[in-house]
Nanobody, 123 residues
Framework: QVQLAESGGGLVQTGGSLRLSCAAS????????MGWFRQAPGKEREAVSC????????YYVDSVNGRFTISRDNAKNTVYLQMNSLKSEDTAVYYC????????????????WGQGTQVTVSS
């Protein structure tokens, strides 16, 4: 059974940092494009960052480019999102997702999802 479990969310002040982790079980991450998405109250889910199976192709939404870093450790079957210089507009539930077919960094292409972890940035 494919499962993704996010961790590392929490409450942080503006300008602070958090590191999200996404641990996979029931499958091997090696052949999957992995993505981080977020959804704020009253807003649609948006793609934050994606990394392909080799780690050679990475996407960031403009609003986080230069502040967030996605990485993967296939040996640990885990994907990370390092978030620095956090802003209040980064407040959202963050989801990890997996795509077996290497499609674009868009939610509708990802078939496996975690339950999400709350990130709250206070000013």
């Amino acid at each position: 059974q494919v499962q993704l479990a996010e961790s590392g969310g929490g409450l942080v002040q503006t300008g602070g940092s958090l590191r999200l982790s996404c641990a996979a079980s029931g499958f091997t991450l090696d052949y999957y494009t992995m993505g981080w998405f977020r959804q704020a109250p009253g807003k649609e889910r948006e793609a934050v960052s994606c990394i392909d199976s080799s780690g050679g192709s990475i996407y960031y939404v403009d609003s986080v480019n230069g502040r967030f870093t996605i990485s993967r450790d296939n040996a640990k079957n885990t994907v990370y999102l390092q978030m620095n210089s956090l802003k209040s507009e980064d407040t959202a539930v963050y989801y990890c997702a997996a795509d077996r077919y290497g499609g674009p960094c868009m939610a509708r292409y990802f078939r496996s999802w975690g339950q999400g972890t709350q990130v709250t940035v206070s000013s």
